[in-house]
Every structure is written in C-alpha cells, then in structure tokens.
C-alpha cells in the first residue's frame, strides 16, 4: 500500500512533522509498506514552518517594526528555487506582540509586514504565501502599503492616520510587485465595514472601545472608497476584506492577492495532490477531532481533497480525544490515541504522545491489512 501522512499540530506536545514520523514508525513497525508524511497546518500559527518544512526551505530571522513602531525579531520562510516566500503576519504585527495595557487599534501598524515582503523581494522572491491570522492591527494595510512604497497623502502608518488621508501617490512603489502573487490564507468572510467588518467584530478585542470602533470604521469605509476609485476597483469590498483590520482588503485590492480558505492554501503550496491521487490510504488528526474538524480544520481539509482526488482512498483521523465528528468531514474513521487511562498533564508528554499515537497507528494498519486479506481471499 502507498500511504500518506499528514497530521496537524498536537499543540502543546507535538510539531506537524514530530507527529507524522510518529505515524509513519507506527506504520514501519508492523509492515513495509510506501510510507509519505507531509506537515500540516490550516493557515494560522505553524503555517511557515509547516510549508518550509515540507519543501525544504530555510528560515531566516529579520528585524523589522513592531506593531507599536519599535523593532521586532520576525522570522519566515523562503524556497528560493521556487522564489517563494511564506510569511505570517503576526510574526511582525501580532496580538501577542503588544502588552495588553498597551493594545489600541489607533496605535499599531502593519508597516513590519511590508519589510518582510521587501525583504523578501530583494531575496528573489516572487509568489507569496502569507497568513494573516492574530493581528495586533485595524489600519487597513496603511502601514504595509507605505512600507512598500505607496504614499499616502495627509496620512501615516498608525491606525490613527487613516483619517487624514487626501490622496494616493504609487510612483514610488516597488516595480517589481508586478511580478508577484501572492495567496492569502483568510478562513473569515467579514466585509470591510459595518456591523460585520474589521472594526467591530475584531477591534474590541485588539483593545478598541465602543467609541474607538465606530469611528474607526467610518475612516476605513472613507479609505476603503478613496481606494475603490485610486484602484478603479468594481468591487468595493468582498466577503474576507476585514480580514486581520483591513489587510486582506489591502492585499486584494492593491496587491491583487488572492483570499484562499488557509488549509487549501497550505494543500495546494505543499502540492500534496499527485500524491493523495496514487495512496490507498491517508492518516491524518489533530489534538482534538470534533465538530469543528468540517469547519475549515486542516484535517478534514486534506481528507476532503483526498476524496475528491481519489474517492476509493481510507482516510484515517487520529485525535489525542475524539468527539462528534460529523459525517462531512471527509473521514471515513477517527481514532482517539490514548490508548489507558492518564491525565491529560501526561497525555501530552512529548515521549507518551509519540508513543499513542505510533501505537495507534500501528493498529490501524494491522486492522486494515487484515480487511484487504479476507476481502481478497474471499474474491479467489
């Protein structure tokens, strides 16, 4: 059998890849057979170094501004052979990045963002991979934009200085932005503006008061239509523009980025597809398979195109718990790991969730073995 593995994080036990080789010992113990692991990740934290990981690119570590305009150490990943670069936005402009005394929508940038895409661009970079989960940010990709050579008249980087923009001037920005794509890994359908758009689902929680949020919005719908008519845009806004306070409006709009649910961004740059259309089986899971698993998780991401692409493959759901799995979820068994009874202290040991789930796996195996047999004897 052609086997592929590709399970998410165990978050707080095991990386992507500690748990595929998990898997895949669990699989070599018990049989010969073609054994393949790919990271995988859903498009927010792990994303960079799942893709980098799976291509065999390097990571690098630059200084670049915080969200606050201070200087931060921001790492992503580059596969220059295939001039790709794979950012997380957070890294430069996130949440975690900012006291919580100190968060305030009117006061942080994404301009950090915009450096580690110039960054990369001098590297030889040209299609881009970027998450834009966890942000600090509600500037409409102000800071970015500035960062990469958009002026801004009147305005700033802040989110405070999307008031006083006038006027847009791009004869400065860089040339060679026409020659890049970029894919963005965006798994939320708000607008721009209004009682469903950047500043009022996401402002309260990166520090924005009533107050704040309602004039914040209003700035960003004057932003957003100065832009529509700069850009000659026949859409103003589209479902996902409020996106990380404005920046997924920013890469489509000015970027001509493309928003994509983040595990099919994931799949489609580790270009997994050739493999899952020759395996016979897939094993895949997370720390938790539950409802939510069919919801954009990446586990049911990656079962979902198997079956698409080869609709006679297994497709196994490994769990450190398993619970409620919906018949959507493009899996045909879920498993949970835990193989006695322990606390969940000792469940994510790294050493005892290697070991349930190499064991686990190494059963399902034995089991599928044993049904491929009979179902073959039974056929002479």
Sequence with gaps: MKIIVAIDSLKGSLTSLEAGAAAQHGIESVSNHQVKVYPL??????????????????????????????????????????????IEMANAAGLPLVLEDKRNPLNTTTYG?????????????????????????????????TALGYEFIGGGIYGRDLEKVTAIDDSNVLPELKKCTFRIACDVTNPLTGANGCSAVYGPQKGATPEIVETMDAWIKNFGSLSADFLKLNEQSVPGDGAAGGLGFAFRSYLH?????????????????????????????????????????????????????????????????VADISDDAGLDAAFAILREPMTLAEAMQKDVAQKNLSETTAQIIRLIEIVNFSHQVSLD
């Design 41 to 86: 990740a859903d498009g927010g934290e792990g994303t960079c170094k799942a893709i980098i990981a799976g291509l065999g690119g390097v990571l690098k570590s630059v200084e670049v501004t915080n969200p606050l305009g201070g200087k931060v150490a921001a790492q992503f990943g580059e596969v220059l052979d295939k001039k790709l670069a794979v």
């Design 113 to 145: 963002v915009g450096e580690l895409i110039r960054i990369a661009i001098g590297d030889g970079c040209r299609d881009f991979v970027i998450g834009i989960g966890g942000s600090a940010t509600n500037d409409c990709g102000l800071g970015m934009l």
């Design 257 to 321: 980025g493309e928003l994509l649910p983040g595990v099919d961004l994931v799949l489609d740059a580790l270009n997994i597809a050739d493999d899952l259309k020759a395996a016979d089986v897939l094993i895949t899971g997370e720390g938790r398979l539950d409802s939510q698993t069919a919801q954009g998780k990446a586990p049911s991401g990656v079962a979902k195109l198997a079956k698409k692409l080869n609709p006679n493959i297994i497709t196994i759901g490994l769990g450190g718990s």
